[in-house]
């Protein structure tokens, strides 16, 4: 597991906890905002984008791990996700972001900009399916 300073880590919350201001969430009001630190130093931020039409509504984390994987960046180092709560990830970005290692370091955080749980991805997905299991 990659190793953050605690300012790194507080850092990237905080971008996390920025971002989160501009979430699109007319229907469930939950703001998550995220930020995706690349092992090159870059860091991308996503928010929730809901839709009238729920089941298209996007999480914040894949926006942010489709916006680095679309700009040439796979290997990530860490990832913060910030809620009002410190909610944690869903299912569904668990396995996102195990497709691209189950080493990213995960901070969960609150409202407040507090850390509340930190973990990797494979904390977060024991026996996580992979691309190693297509034999790629
Ligand atoms: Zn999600």
């Given amino acids: 597991m990659t190793e953050l300073t605690d300012v790194e880590k507080q850092a990237l919350i905080d971008l996390a906890n920025e971002a989160r201001k501009l979430a699109y969430v007319p229907y ?26 729920y089941p298209t509504t996007m999480c914040a984390e894949r926006v942010a791990v489709y916006k680095a994987v679309s700009e040439g960046e796979r290997a990530f180092e860490a990832i913060a996700v910030v ?3 410190g909610g944690s990830p869903c299912g569904g970005c668990r396995q996102v972001l195990a497709e691209f290692g189950l080493e990213t370091v995960v901070l969960i955080a609150d409202g ?15 026996l996580a399916f992979t691309p190693e299991h297509l034999g790629k």
Avoid: I, M
């Fill in 83 to 85: 809620t009002d709560n």
């Fill in 112 to 126: 407040s900009g507090r850390l509340v749980v930190e973990t990797s991805v494979g904390g977060l997905l024991p």
């Fill in 28 to 53: 469930s009001n939950y703001h998550v905002g995220a930020a995706l630190r690349t092992k090159s130093g870059r860091v991308y931020t996503g928010v929730n984008v809901e839709s009238a039409a």
